[in-house]
């Protein structure tokens, strides 16, 4: 069972020089949780996570205790946007993959999600070019749906 069977190939792609204030935007509109940077040809080369856009909107050494006594986080947002707003896509993303191949199995695909703790795992072809992404759902529907004989799984 080959992951290029059942990845997703909807996918949010941005180009490195990308400017923060367009992938705040981009990013938020979308209904995905990474963006992919990607190059003239599509290849891959990072990713960016909610994660990855939301330490730079808020700042990391804020503690639930002192969080709690901000009476209004949008100036503090706003400030930490107008310190950001330099950054390009290839500021944020992140630059150490781990990637899967369109001939990659779910065997492979499932033993990878146990050893990060990742959300979804890009997938390339030979060439490096981003043709998808395969997540822990996409792996559950195609268990449910031709292992077990699920209707509508998938």
Same mark, same amino acid.
């Given at each position: 069972?080959?992951?290029?069977?059942?990845?997703?190939?909807?996918?949010? *792609?941005?180009?490195?020089?990308?400017?923060?204030?367009?992938?705040?935007?981009?990013?938020?509109?979308?209904?995905?949780?990474?963006?992919?940077?990607?190059?003239?040809?599509?290849?891959?080369?990072?990713?960016?996570?909610?994660?990855?856009?939301?330490?730079?909107?808020?700042?990391?050494?804020?503690?639930?205790?002192?969080?709690?006594?901000?009476?209004?986080?949008?100036?503090?947002?706003?400030?930490?946007?107008?310190?950001?707003?330099?950054?390009?896509?290839?500021?944020?993303?992140?630059?150490?993959?781990?990637?899967?191949?369109?001939?990659?199995?779910?065997?492979?695909?499932?033993?990878?999600?146990?050893?990060? *703790?990742?959300?979804?795992?890009?997938?390339?072809?030979?060439?490096?070019?981003?043709?998808?992404?395969?997540?822990?759902?996409?792996?559950?529907?195609?268990?449910?749906?031709?292992?077990?004989?699920?209707?509508?799984?998938?």
């Amino acid at each position: 069972m080959k992951i290029a069977e059942f990845m997703n190939t909807e996918l949010t *792609r941005v180009p490195p020089d990308m400017d923060f204030a367009t992938l705040l935007a981009k990013h938020a509109s979308t209904g995905t949780r990474h963006t992919y940077v990607v190059d003239e040809e599509g290849r891959l080369i990072g990713v960016i996570t909610n994660l990855d856009m939301l330490s730079k909107m808020v700042p990391s050494y804020l503690t639930s205790t002192l969080a709690s006594s901000i009476s209004d986080g949008g100036e503090l947002i706003l400030k930490r946007f107008e310190e950001n707003k330099h950054l390009t896509a290839a500021d944020v993303m992140q630059r150490d993959l781990v990637i899967l191949n369109t001939d990659d199995t779910l065997i492979e695909a499932n033993v990878r999600f146990h050893e990060g *703790r990742y959300n979804a795992i890009p997938v390339v072809n030979t060439e490096g070019v981003l043709v998808g992404d395969i997540g822990r759902k996409e792996i559950l529907r195609h268990i449910a749906a031709d292992i077990c004989g699920l209707p509508g799984a998938v």
